[in-house]
């Protein structure tokens, strides 16, 4: 009945919402930290343009998205043919690998990557192909020697998720001008803002005139705190983004997500309010972890890639316990860490007193 495909594909396994968990499991708290969600919300502004607009959900949106286009058109430098607006980044990388990928086709994703990329080749009865450094540091020699003539695309993440390492700036050079013209490269920027103010992060969309096989994603997910409305967007040549729009639904980003995301762009105080919010927390748990001899990478991101040196089943359970919710390493095949998304100061402290009970009962 189905596409042979779909016997190889597994099912995107999403967080439960914070009122199901707590009725599943009878709690009265719950701290999500298993999402990379923004603890601040968002913006009052987006909130406000939202219920001013809800009059109107009897009216289709804008097809387009166009004046969400014309505005990162002008905060970004670029035309708005070079933008397309989507139901959230996911739906762009399905859109990439339908107009790239042909049966037997080859894309490359360094280890650990975001699931959907292979979920998303494979729809397509393509093939993707693991690589893995040395380490956690991105390795430019990695992904160029695992090129070959069926390449066709290329997944990039900086910062990284899970571990929230960047891609630098010599680094990203060093791939963009290697790499055939014919191969297309998608940078996840999920997680620029968080990253912007490192010194050696590449701003991707500064290398767009000269390489024209390069793709930019970003999200009003994170930083803006819009993951609800979902609202993400694409930066390319303008060959790439025709391509794209020529295959999306009509009516692909609600009118209430329009709203949201262009009252966000014109509110770059909350986005600023929440990075600080971010660095806090950071701090907070590298001071713990450090104060622990637990290991962690240094992230880029709003969420911290940790080695708890025993079974991360171990410490899920205990943690859940607590009503504290964490993403397992071993969705991307490590039985020991796990990913920690940052949060309130409230919920930071629930998390340390709740690591603090389990090691100290050990």
Not at 30 to 44: D, M, T
Not at 305 to 312: A, E, K, M, S
Request: proline share 4%; hydrophobic share 40%.
């Amino acid at each position: 009945m189905f596409r042979k495909c779909l016997d190889q594909l597994d099912a995107y396994k999403a967080g439960k919402p914070i009122s199901v968990l707590k009725k599943e499991l009878g709690l009265n708290q719950v701290y999500k930290l298993n999402a990379n969600e923004n603890p601040n919300g968002p913006s009052k502004e987006a909130m406000r343009s939202v219920s001013e607009i809800l009059e109107q959900i009897s009216t289709y949106p804008d097809a387009g998205s166009e004046r969400i286009r014309q505005s990162l058109s002008g905060v970004l430098g670029v035309k708005p043919s070079q933008i397309m607006i989507g139901n959230g980044g996911d739906e762009i990388l399905r859109l990439l690998t339908e107009i790239l990928i042909d049966p037997g086709d080859e894309a490359i994703a360094i280890v650990p990557y975001f699931s959907l990329y292979k979920n998303n080749v494979q729809l397509m009865n393509g093939i993707l192909k693991e690589v893995k450094c040395e380490t956690f540091e991105f390795e430019p020699k990695t992904i160029l020697s695992a090129i070959t003539s069926k390449t066709r695309l290329i997944f990039l993440t900086s910062p990284n998720n899970p571990t929230g390492t960047i891609i630098r700036r010599e680094q990203l050079i060093e791939v963009l001008n290697q790499v055939p013209k014919d191969i297309v490269i998608l940078l996840d920027e999920a997680y620029y803002d968080y990253a912007a103010e490192c010194m050696d992060y590449p701003d991707g969309v500064a290398y767009l005139k000269s390489h024209e096989n390069l793709i930019i994603l970003r999200t009003f997910s994170k930083s803006f705190g819009l993951a609800g409305l979902r609202v993400g967007y694409a930066v390319s040549s303008e060959k790439i983004i025709e391509a794209l729009l020529k295959i999306k639904l009509v009516f692909n980003v609600n009118l209430l997500a329009q709203a949201a995301a262009l009252a966000a762009l014109q509110d770059p105080r909350h986005v600023q309010k929440s990075i600080e919010q971010n660095k806090k927390s950071l701090m907070r748990l590298y001071d713990y972890f450090n104060s622990r001899k637990i290991e962690y990478i240094h992230s880029h991101a709003n969420f911290v890639f940790v080695n708890f040196n025993r079974p991360i089943s171990e410490v899920t359970q205990h943690l859940s316990k607590d009503g504290i919710f964490i993403t397992p390493g071993t969705v991307w095949g490590y039985d020991t860490w796990g990913r920690i998304s940052t949060g309130t100061d409230e919920a930071m402290t629930a998390f340390i007193d709740s690591m603090d009970s389990l090691i100290n009962n050990s």
